[in-house]
């Protein structure tokens, strides 16, 4: 059984950092692309980021530039490395495992972030 | 990148059907067959209904389909449960190798 976890979320003041991690179990994390998708509290989702296998990285315009993920397949995990936040980077933060189609076919529970002085 | 383009909301009764649109751009929907749909209880993860426009995964049900023309995705679910009632998304794969959601949808089942 596929099985994501997220954590690392937390309260954290703008203009500060935050790393997330994800990990992953029940496939073979090296053989397909992941995902982070966000949700700010009561809105729609929002995809942030991806990670191919062969470490090639993509990123939504809002967080180009700010955000960085990479993996560890050694260690089946996933990670964002969020700086420079803002209160509207605030959001419950999913780990999402790629699928055929360009799809997300599994997702963890998620984590929050919330930005705030 | 902006947002698919959904509707608010959307009701049917117990037994009806419904379908949800989902209105990209040349760049996103239309030109790719990288089409997928979410459905998300409050509170819940989503979870993948529809995958390459109208493929199915394992374990959902038949009463959902989807189906694409031009720019515009749908989702349809016919026999409508009580169920069913929840938020629905759209994704699609996009020519800057990005992926996009669409606002959502709240199903109201009556």
């Known amino acids: 059984e596929v099985q994501l976890v997220e954590s690392g979320g937390g309260l954290v003041q703008p203009g500060g950092s935050l790393r997330l991690s994800c990990a992953a179990s029940g496939f073979t994390f090296s053989s397909y692309d992941m995902h982070w998708v966000r949700q700010p509290t009561g809105k729609g989702l929002e995809w942030v980021s991806a990670i191919g296998i062969t470490a090639d990285t993509y990123y939504s315009g809002s967080v180009k530039g700010r955000f960085t993920i990479s993996r560890e397949n050694g260690k089946n995990s996933l990670y964002l490395q969020m700086n420079s936040l803002t209160a509207g980077d605030t959001a419950v933060y999913y780990c999402?495992?790629?699928?055929?189609?360009?799809?997300?076919?599994?997702w963890g529970q998620g984590t929050l972030v919330t930005v705030s002085s | 990148q902006s947002a698919l383009t959904q509707a608010a909301s959307v009701s049917g009764s117990p037994g009806q059907s419904v379908t949800i649109s989902c209105t990209g751009t040349?760049?996103?929907?239309?030109?790719?067959?990288?089409v997928s749909w979410y459905q998300q209880h409050p509170g819940k993860a989503p979870k993948l209904m529809i995958y390459e426009v109208s493929n199915r995964p394992s374990g959902v049900p038949d009463r959902f389909s989807g189906s694409k023309s031009g720019n515009t995705a749908s989702l349809t679910i016919s026999g409508l449960q009580a169920e069913d009632e929840a938020n629905y998304y759209c994704s699609s794969y996009t020519s800057s190798s990005t992926r996009v959601f669409g606002g959502g949808t709240k199903l109201t089942v009556l």
């Open positions: 040349s760049s996103d929907v239309g030109a790719y067959n990288y």
């Open positions: 999402a495992k790629g699928w055929f189609g360009e799809t997300f076919d599994s």
